[in-house]
Antibody, heavy 116, light 107 residues
């Protein structure tokens, strides 16, 4: 059975960085992209980036270019999203999702709160 | 960049009602569209992919149609567990784009 398990909630000060993990199980990790999507309070879903675990190739939404870094460790089937220079409007639930054209399995979400 | 516009933004409906949500793309996207259901505190759930294919395990009361620029998600008979927010989503080679969401509330 496919599972994506994310790391726990984080509280960060403005200007800091956060790194969220997404551990995959139940399938071949290198066979599917991992996407990251966020939802700020009261807002809709917003795509952040994807990583192709087999090659390490990435693509980021333009608004996050220069602030987000996607990495993976294939030995432990885990993808990571690091967001730097955090601002208050980065407060959101961050989800990882498996898939290419659509996300057929999702992590449980990680709440990142940016507050001084 | 392609924009997806959903309508309505919200709707009120009763159990048993037929509900239709539309998603319009700013340019033609063939059938590269998915639909998700999202409930508070839960992860989004894929309902439909490739515009009209039902994801495994999703009830048959959900259906999708359309191609090009105009798409619809239909719930044939609304059930209590269907009250949620629904999003359309498009993928090209480089990114995902979401519609702004349609909140389905109890009448």
């Amino acid at each position: 059975q496919v599972h994506l398990v994310q790391s726990g909630a984080e509280v960060k000060e403005p200007g800091a960085s956060v790194k969220v993990s997404c551990k995959a199980s139940g399938y071949i990790f290198t066979g599917y992209y991992i996407h990251w999507v966020r939802q700020a309070p009261g807002q809709g879903l917003e795509w952040v980036a994807w990583i192709a675990p087999n090659s390490g190739g990435t693509n980021y939404a333009q608004k996050f270019q220069g602030r987000v870094t996607m990495t993976r460790d294939t030995s432990i089937s885990t993808a990571y999203m690091e967001l730097s220079r955090l601002r208050s409007d980065d407060t959101a639930v961050y989800y990882c999702a498996r898939g290419v054209a659509a996300g057929d399995h999702w992590g449980q979400g990680t709440l990142v709160t940016v507050s001084s | 960049a392609i924009q997806l516009t959903q309508s309505p933004s919200s709707l009120s409906a009763s159990v048993g009602d037929r509900v239709t949500i539309t998603c319009r793309a700013s340019q033609g996207i063939s059938s590269t569209l998915a639909w998700y259901q999202h409930k508070p505190g839960k992860a989004p759930q894929l309902l439909i992919y490739d515009a009209s294919d039902l994801e495994s395990g999703v009830p048959s009361r959900f259906s999708g149609s359309g191609s090009g620029t105009d798409f619809t998600l239909t719930i044939s008979s609304l059930q209590p567990e269907d009250f949620a927010t629904y999003y359309c989503q498009h993928f090209n080679s480089y990114l995902w784009t979401f519609g702004q969401g349609t909140k389905v509330e109890i009448k």
